[in-house]
Each structure stands twice: as structure tokens, then as C-alpha cells.
């Protein structure tokens, strides 16, 4: 049922743009430190080749992915199909943080639409595309996204959302070190 591919197909690149959610995985080396999934909506993810993908991250109330990449690089990304024909795609490969005021930020983030909240963008280097079936996987219905994220990040404000940041985003519910805690410490 499952086939292994080295990169993305055309067919492959057609099914991720058609997708409304994805999620991202992301674990610490040690084993004994927690697994993180976090789902992922609007339309923030961007096709750069057919071997690396990238995506605009939000401010949320952790930063495990980042942490995790920092010490490791290791990441999923999975995409559903919860309309239309069954299919689970997932995109493993090493990861990197790109924060504000860098260069690969100048250079990458006008690619993005700069929501309301972008904290980092999270560029992913491909080493392995896998499909399954996804015939377990139940229908539902696209409604539209929320806006309570955007709508929050947008009342903070930017000095509000640094100090969100300074106080949830700097370290791992682990206390492994995240990209903003090692750019902002």
C-alpha cells in the first residue's frame, strides 16, 4: 500500500496545495523527552522544490518545533485527504528556523502572506516522500479557517507578541532551548 519516494512529485505537489490542514512532527533525541504533533491550517505552506518545502509559523502557546529542530533537525510533515480520493502523504526530512531579520527571512518571506502572529518560518529539506493509503481516514467538510490566532497576535501587538514570546516560546516543555530563546537570550 505504501510507496517510498527520494522527492516530490507533480502529483504529490497537486495534493499538499489541495489541503487545508497538515500536521508537523517533531521529537527530541534522548527519548525520554515528549513527541510534538501540532496541526497546522491557513494557507502558509509553500512549495519551494520539488526536495524542500517551507512554512510561515505562528505564534502559539509552545515552540517544540523549533526546539526540536535546533537540537536535532529532525522533522515530519503529514498531509490528509479528508475530501476526495483517500491518500496520507508525509515528508520527512531536517529542518531549520528562519527568524525575522535574517537574510533567508529577507529572502523567503515574500513568499508568504505575513499573517498577523509569523514568528519564524520553518524551511524543510526533503529526503523522503511516503504515501499510504489513507482508507481509515473519515470525510469531513472545509468550513474556513479561524481567525481567533490572527485576531489575537493582531490585538497584542508587536511589543506584546515579544513578550509572549520571551515568556512561552523560549524553551521546550522540555527545556531544550528554541531558536528564539538562543536569538533573544
Not at 29 to 53: A, M, T, W, Y
Not at 80 to 107: D, F, H, N, T
Not at 163 to 184: A, C, F, I, V, W
Request: aromatic content about 10%.
Amino acid at each position: 500500500m505504501g510507496k517510498l519516494f527520494e522527492e516530490m512529485f507533480p502529483e504529490h505537489e497537486s495534493f499538499i496545495r489541495n489541503q487545508h490542514i497538515f500536521f508537523v512532527g517533531s521529537a527530541p533525541l534522548d527519548g525520554e523527552g515528549h513527541v510534538n504533533l501540532s496541526p497546522k491550517g491557513h494557507d502558509v505552506l509553500r512549495i519551494f522544490s520539488p526536495r524542500q518545502v517551507g512554512y510561515l509559523d505562528l505564534t502559539g502557546s509552545g515552540n517544540e518545533t523549533s526546539a526540536h529542530l535546533e537540537e536535532n533537525g529532525r522533522i515530519t510533515l503529514m498531509f490528509m485527504a479528508v475530501q476526495g480520493p483517500p491518500m496520507i502523504l508525509r515528508l520527512y526530512g531536517k529542518g531549520r528556523v528562519i527568524l525575522p531579520g535574517s537574510v533567508e527571512w529577507e529572502e523567503l518571506a515574500p513568499h508568504f502572506d505575513l499573517l498577523p502572529g509569523a514568528r519564524q518560518i520553518i524551511l524543510v529539506d526533503i529526503h523522503a516522500v511516503k504515501t499510504s493509503c489513507g482508507y481509515s481516514v473519515p470525510f469531513y467538510d472545509y468550513t474556513g479557517e479561524r481567525e481567533t490566532l490572527q485576531k489575537w497576535a493582531a490585538q497584542k501587538g508587536e511589543e506584546g507578541l515579544h513578550e509572549y514570546h520571551q515568556e512561552k516560546n523560549m524553551r521546550s516543555m522540555d527545556g531544550l532551548p528554541t531558536t528564539l530563546g538562543r536569538s533573544m537570550g
